[in-house]
């Protein structure tokens, strides 16, 4: 089961960031509205062994919509467009 | 009445670096040897250094990720010792330059006369995979999930970036271990001392690509321990001419290798009433080699950003004083004390302390970084010091 990834667009000014922010630097406001960014560029990807021993991909994903996320790379090169879910609370992306 | 020498009507004073000490770094800690243990043995060492006593200290600082659930006041109790001023850091690599900076102040203001700094963990495989799953919030949240196991997969797609933006090769970038090495053979208390050329730090085994295990500080427990106190006026002693900070720069949106450092020095340099190429030595926060890089770059070292020119004549023909203790790159980095092992190098080698790798030293560069919150580091500081006496 996949749900999209949510990042985040203060209701006051427009920026959207990823994490969810507390208050905005820009105009203060302390309201977030959720939008999907289900796509992306693969800017960066790197192997390294994941918690449970087992090979991981990691990716550096600039979203569509603004922020830059870590994915765990499911299929791509760097330069790809990849799409973007998660899966288990992990962001995932795929070209 | 306030005398020539006061600078506050409390008793104020120019502050001085008069003790330093490691609590020597191992891969291997004996049974017994808590994060405390480790603590208290470099503020012991300190203290000797210093010629002081516990009932001197009138201030403590820590820095620690492994202490809890214990503060500083636990600490304090634990050590000894009765202070005026107290203080927790938790800023990771960035921590010591950062105590150190209120610790200066504190004793400018009078609010205290001898403070004791002190960095250390002592992290076994489980704690240190806690830490890292733990961090923060966001790494709990949005890496731990992923199987993250650390930051090396970030600084490593750092690492990428930093190369393809500036022309260089990893073999340029092997110049910073393969120099932090040399030095290290100097140095009987860095864990890795055996000479390294580019070919074995690009043949080791691959850590996440392109960093190999030459890239990445090997783990140790440890600790460091400053003394900072009202200027005897005599004796061998440091001053710290100016300290800066910046965190947060980029609220974890920009490519992580543009740091805040640029901006620290834009007012560092000024504030010290010196020029980066005035510098004797610079203790730059080496977590990874890039970010070594790009610290010496952004402050001013590097003339013209003639980065390849730097790496090759400067520093691996020119053999130039960067982390003359290895850097942790050798010397390793016991958890929080990873920003103070560079001080404490520092302040060895303006005082005349650093037999084996000795340099002519009156000026030195200090840095701290750290706090990896999402991508890269957020925490930046760093301070010009002097030699006194």
């Known amino acids: ?95 | 009445m306030m005398t020539a020498h006061e600078l506050s009507a409390f008793g104020g004073c120019g502050a001085a670096i008069v003790g330093a000490h490691e609590a020597a770094y191992t891969r291997h800690p004996r049974e017994g040897d808590d994060t405390t243990a480790y603590l208290a043995e470099a503020v012991a060492g300190a203290l000797a250094d210093a010629g002081l006593a516990p009932a001197d200290v009138d201030g403590l600082g820590v820095a620690s990720f492994s202490l809890a659930p214990d503060h500083a006041i636990d600490l304090a109790w634990r050590l000894g010792l009765t202070v005026r001023w107290l203080m927790d850091d938790h800023s990771g690599g960035a921590s010591a330059v950062n105590m150190l900076q209120h610790a200066v102040r504190a004793v400018e203001a009078g609010d205290a006369r001898t403070i004791v700094l002190c960095a250390g963990d002592n992290l076994d495989r489980a704690a240190f995979r806690t830490l890292v799953e733990r961090y923060n919030r966001a790494t709990a949240e949005h890496l731990a999930p992923l199987g993250y196991t650390g930051p090396n997969a970030l600084f490593a797609m750092l690492t990428q970036r930093y190369l393809d933006a500036h022309g260089l090769t990893r073999a340029d970038l092997a110049a910073i271990p393969v120099a932090q090495r040399r030095w290290a053979t100097g140095n009987p208390g860095a864990v890795y001392r055996e000479p390294l050329c580019v070919e074995d730090v690009l043949g080791a085994p691959a850590v996440a690509p392109p960093l190999t295990r030459y890239d990445c500080v090997p783990v140790v427990a440890g600790a460091d321990a400053v003394v900072v106190t009202a200027d005897p006026g005599r004796g061998r002693r440091v001053r710290v001419r100016a300290i800066g900070a910046l965190h947060n720069p980029d609220h974890q949106a920009g490519d992580g290798w543009s740091t805040g450092f640029a901006q620290v020095g834009e007012r560092l340099w000024p504030a010290a009433g010196v020029r980066p190429e005035d510098v004797d030595a610079a203790f730059v926060y080496d977590d990874y080699p890039v970010m070594a890089l790009a610290q010496v770059d952004e402050l001013g070292l590097v003339p013209g950003h003639d980065r390849v020119r730097w790496l090759h004549e400067t520093l691996l023909e020119g053999r130039w004083p960067l982390n003359t203790s290895g850097g942790q790159l050798s010397a390793g980095q016991a958890g929080a004390a990873g920003g103070m092992h560079g001080l404490v190098e520092a302040v060895r080698q303006l005082r005349g302390d650093a037999e084996g790798r000795q340099v002519a030293c009156e000026l030195a560069l200090v840095t701290g970084y750290g706090m990896v919150l999402y991508r890269h580091g957020a925490c930046h500081n760093a301070a010009v010091l002097e030699r006194l006496g």
């Open chain 1, 1 to 95: 089961m996949t749900s999209p990834l949510l990042v985040w667009r203060c209701d006051g000014c427009g920026d959207v960031r990823f994490p969810r922010p507390a208050l905005c630097g820009r105009c203060a406001a302390r309201a977030f509205t959720a939008v999907e960014a289900n796509d992306g560029v693969l800017e960066q990807a790197t192997e390294t062994v994941g918690a449970d021993g087992a090979p991981l991909r990691l990716g550096t994903v600039r979203t569509a919509a603004g922020p830059v996320v870590i994915a765990r790379l499911l299929a791509g090169d760097p330069g790809d467009a990849v799409r973007l879910h998660v899966r288990d609370r992990a962001i995932e992306a795929a070209s």
